[in-house]
């Protein structure tokens, strides 16, 4: 499964979670909560840890997606 990069997935996710949660639920909490998950992890400098930090993000990127088309 090839990612994509970092700011590419970063607007996708917020896009995704914007669409899907946030304006079906009617509150931020979801956008905040990547937009601190991707500030906190911004200063990562293992290859490994920034890996699987893209996967999991580009992961719940699908899953959101994939469950609203699926509603």
């Not at 995704?16 to 905040?32: F, H, P, Y």
């Not at 990562?44 to 719940?60: F, G, H, N, S």
């Amino acid at each position: 499964m090839k990612t994509i990069g970092p700011k590419a997935l970063y607007k996708q996710l917020l896009t995704a979670v914007d669409r899907n949660l946030t304006s079906v639920a009617g509150n931020k909490q979801w956008r905040e909560y990547v937009v601190a998950a991707f500030k906190k992890n911004a200063d990562l400098k293992d290859p490994v840890l920034i890996q699987r930090e893209l996967q999991l993000a580009q992961d719940y990127q699908r899953l959101i997606t994939n469950i609203a088309q699926h509603q």
